[in-house]
């Protein structure tokens, strides 16, 4: 029998070759989802600017909630008393013990936003002066790629924390080894007198992981060795929550697409054997031997291709994270690690697929008797078994059930919740296929193609209902990957576009100031504030942060957004106190927090910034907000002295004259109409948008080419019966004809379910995040995917269909396969 099936594999190409590119690919992007895992899991980014000092001890990078599990990055920069520079550096076994400062520095004018430093920082690169010498009060050190033209004792323009100042160019400085992003170098006396991090250097016999375990570290403060110092320099590295879920979502899909792909795919190539293997039975073959033989060539195909999809999946996966790096996804600074357990994790999960698809597959085509065989590669069987109903209708009620659950969800809950109904309807549609087939292929249906199309109408769909099983394996995908490209692409903008005017909505402003220079100065607050027209001015902070005391459990690894204001431009209702007192240390929380809490007007908070500082507050209005969107605000001032730029982001304002704002002094400022308010907020949401679009582009991909090989193996299959059709009197062009009236019809028939299955994930969840069942995003989407399938469909369809038709009636009757 194994020799009989390796033999086998010359007559059924087309129908292995499309089983080889399903597990290939499937395989591939599952090693691809488990060196994601891997790298979120171990979080390895080597330093490159503090790459020097072998201990950076600098404040904890991820925020743990006290009484909850899981932990999320801190937004802000998060830094360390300056006296303990002084204590370290006094502790047996360290050499010394040098402090570390970033700020926003610009080299004016074309350059991208930078960072500023202490020149004393240098030697934690170590940099290394090419020309001039260290700088003094008013003196800068630039970076060699910075330098350009210029030389020592030149005077260039820098924008330090949004104001533009003349320093003397004291020096120019290369580093040793590779830093991307180049520094600019200040005296001590020009830098701001605070410390974000300490490089600690260990004395000569004394070990950095040792030394390290040593320090005496106030609480909040770690020490960091190795690739763990990455997490000091770079942000974003500090917790391996995001890109877990994002590895373990990619991964989900890929595999529920994968087995239901493959199994549609085994499927249809062993009910097109029904004859041949009936022909083995009856000549004597036992039900073990067809099961071992059917098992053998699948196997022995699948596990090539299981091979070559390992092989590929290193490419795959430097592919995938190189796109998330890129866009922003992950720091760029991170590294992709994918040592030997993904690619055995892909391997084993990717072969108990396929075991359980064949072994399912194989075990009917051995059992069944040859006369049935025989009588069902004549007129093939369109009803389901019991079991196989009851599972389906099972995957039924979930999405309708999901998709309900969702309307009664939070915004922040509702896509975790009413996601997976994409993928529950789509298995509902593959396990239900021939039914569903069966079940739209209506009286009127019928006898539209039969007015349209005359005779070939009329074979259409005679053939649609008898071959009900075979178009299934067709429909799978078409309906899996419409479920996919429009149940994610519609969910983000719902979701984006609700976000964005929860946000707007509630801050009133005809007129938005900007920087790209690390933030708006207080002069230019000042200097438009006293503009004629202006009637309303205020600072816009933006970060997160937890509420501690009274402990808010809604919050805990999801911060709390909190808003900095100084000026009247929250539109809010007020329910009791005013915000005319949000000034020093004070808050306004939402109605439902206070409610949650039992605190009101008069008391007090501890809240966590996004820097772990823990602030004590005096509650002195409650206010309403979107619902599931609500802000904390508290003064500008508070808020920003705890960011990482030290600056508001943008000012607020409605002025009658905006033309008379003069920006002319304050380089990187931009002025525009409210729609820089939302262009700002939106941008942090295209993050998460991203990964929703990459993951559905990906699974669209697979799906699509999975659907060009079913249309491929289940035409080529039929040279027999177009050869009979043309013994018959029919020509080329009407057996063409009919072939695509039905591909036509199964494609009209998937995009319609999967509009179905991605409506229980789109509509819920636009109740959920806006209010009302409308869902938000273009209409061109759906248009074009519609051409999409369509531009899939037909050219296959004309091409498999010349090739089924190739060979002469008689021959194609006469031929061994098909």
Known sequence: ??????????????????????????????????????????????????????????????????????????????????????????????????????????????????????????????????????????????????????????????????????????????????????????????????????????????????????????????????????????????????????????????????????????????????????????????????????????????????????????????????????????????????????????????????????????????????????????????????????????????????????????????????????????????????????????????????????????????????RAVQFAAILVPITLATAIALGNIYTQTTQQKAAVEAYTDNLVANTVITSDTGGIPQGLFDQVRSTPGVTAASELVRSKGWIEEPYDTTHTSDPWPLLGLNGPVYKGKVHAGSLDQLTGDTVAVPAAAAKDLKVGVGDQLGVRLGDDALVKVKIVAIVDGTSGYESILLPSALLAAHTTTGLPSQLLLTTSEPKAIQLGKWPGTTIGDRDLLSAGYDAGLGVDAWIGYLLAAIAIAYTAIASINTIAVAVLDRRREFGLQRLTGSTRKQVAKMLYLENLVIAAFGLVLGLVAAAFSIFPIAIATRGWPIPSGPIWVLLGWIVLVLLLVLPVTGITGRIAMRAKPMDAVNSPAG
């Not at 171990?42 to 490159?48: M, V």
């Not at 991208?112 to 002066?129: M, N, V």
């Not at 195909?301 to 790096?325: K, M, Q």
């Open 1 to 466: 029998m194994i020799r009989l099936a390796l033999s086998s594999l010359r007559f059924r190409t087309a129908a292995f070759l499309a089983i080889f590119v399903a597990v290939l690919l499937g395989s591939a992007l599952m090693s691809a989802a488990g060196g994601l895992l891997e790298t979120g899991l171990r979080l390895n980014a080597s330093p490159q600017r503090l790459a020097d000092a072998p201990i950076i001890v600098t404040g904890r990078p991820a925020y743990h909630p006290p009484n909850g599990s899981g932990s999320v990055a801190y937004p802000e920069r998060h830094g360390v008393d300056p006296a303990l520079v002084a204590k370290l550096a006094g502790t047996p076994g360290v050499a010394k013990a040098i402090p570390d400062v970033s700020f926003p520095a610009v080299v004016a004018p074309g350059h991208d936003p930078l960072a500023g430093h202490s020149w004393a920082s240098a030697e934690l690169t170590p940099y290394k002066l090419t020309a001039g010498t260290a700088p003094a009060a008013g003196q800068v050190v630039l970076d060699n790629r910075l330098a350009g033209s210029a030389k020592p004792g030149d005077k260039v323009n820098v924008i330090v924390s949004g104001v533009q100042r003349e320093f003397v160019l004291a020096g120019i400085a290369s580093p040793q080894h590779k830093v991307d992003v180049p520094s600019v170098f200040f005296a001590p006396a020009d830098t701001p007198q605070r410390v974000d991090a300490i490089g600690v250097f260990p004395a000569p016999g004394t070990t950095a992981a040792d030394l390290a375990k040593r320090l005496d570290l106030p609480e909040g403060v770690s020490a960091l060795v190795g690739d763990d110092r990455g997490a000091a320099e770079f942000a974003g590295i500090a917790t391996s929550l995001p890109l877990i879920i994002l590895s373990g979502v990619f991964g989900g899909i890929v595999a529920v697409v994968m087995a239901l792909v493959v199994s549609a795919t085994i499927g249809l190539s062993v009910r097109q054997r029904r004859r041949e293997l009936a022909l083995l039975r009856a000549s004597g073959a036992t039900p073990g031997q067809v099961h071992k033989m059917v098992v053998a060539e699948t196997m022995l195909v699948s596990l090539i291709a299981l091979a070559g999809g390992l092989l590929l999946g290193r490419t795959t996966g430097d592919w995938i994270f190189g796109l998330l790096s890129g866009n922003g996804v992950v720091p760029s600074e991170l590294r992709f690690d994918q040592g030997p357990l993904p690619f055995a994790g892909a391997a084993l999960l990717t072969f108990v697929i396929l075991r359980l698809t064949v072994g399912f597959a194989a075990g009917r085509a051995a059992r069944i008797r040859p006369i049935q065989a025989l009588t069902e590669a004549a007129v093939p069987p369109v009803a389901i078994g019991r079991i196989r109903l009851i599972i389906g209708a099972v995957f039924a009620a979930a999405t309708v059930a999901v998709g309900i659950s969702t309307i009664f969800m939070s915004p922040t809950n509702a896509a975790a919740i009413g996601g997976p109904a994409v993928l529950t309807g789509s298995i509902a549609v593959a396990v239900l296929g021939p039914l569903v087939i069966r079940t739209m292929l209506t009286t009127r249906i019928t006898a539209f193609l039969e007015r349209r199309a005359g005779t070939n109408g009329v074979l259409a769909a005679i053939n649609l209902r008898i």
